[in-house]
C-alpha cells in the first residue's frame, strides 16, 4: 500500500485530532493513511481527503502488514487510550523501526515511560496545564 521509499506518515486513530492532523497533512500534499477500528470516524475527513484510510485494529500486526507500516517515515499514535498508544507507538519503533514515533498520552505520570523508549508524546494534560500557567501568572 505504502510507496517505495520512505515518505509516508500513518497516523492511528481518527477521532478529533487524528482527523485534523490528516486533513492538515493531506492539504500539503503529505503520503497519508489513517488507521482507525471504526470505519464510521472516517467521516471527520473532509471530501477533500487525498489520503488512504484503513479499517482495522492497529494492536493487531496483520493490520500493520496490510499497510507496510515499516515503510513508513512518521508514526502518529493518537487514539483516546494510553495503553493503546504506548503499546502500538513500542511496537513502530521497536519492531518496524520507524524513524518518528509520537504518540498522545493523557497521563502525565506516563510521559517518562514514552521518553525512555524514545518516543515522542504530546500530552494534551501538559500542554494545558502549561498554558494555565502562562494565563494565570
Known sequence: MLSKEKDCI???GCGRLGSTIAELLSEERKN????????DNFINLPNNFSGFTIEGDATEIDTLLKVEISKAKILLVITDDDNTNLMIAQMGKKIYKIPQVIARVYDAKRESIYKNLGIDIISPTRLFTEKFKKITV
Do not use: P, S, T
Not at 497519508?32 to 470505519?39: A, E, F, L, P, R
Open 10 to 12: 500513518v497516523v492511528i
Open 32 to 39: 497519508i493513511i489513517v488507521i482507525d477500528k471504526n470505519k
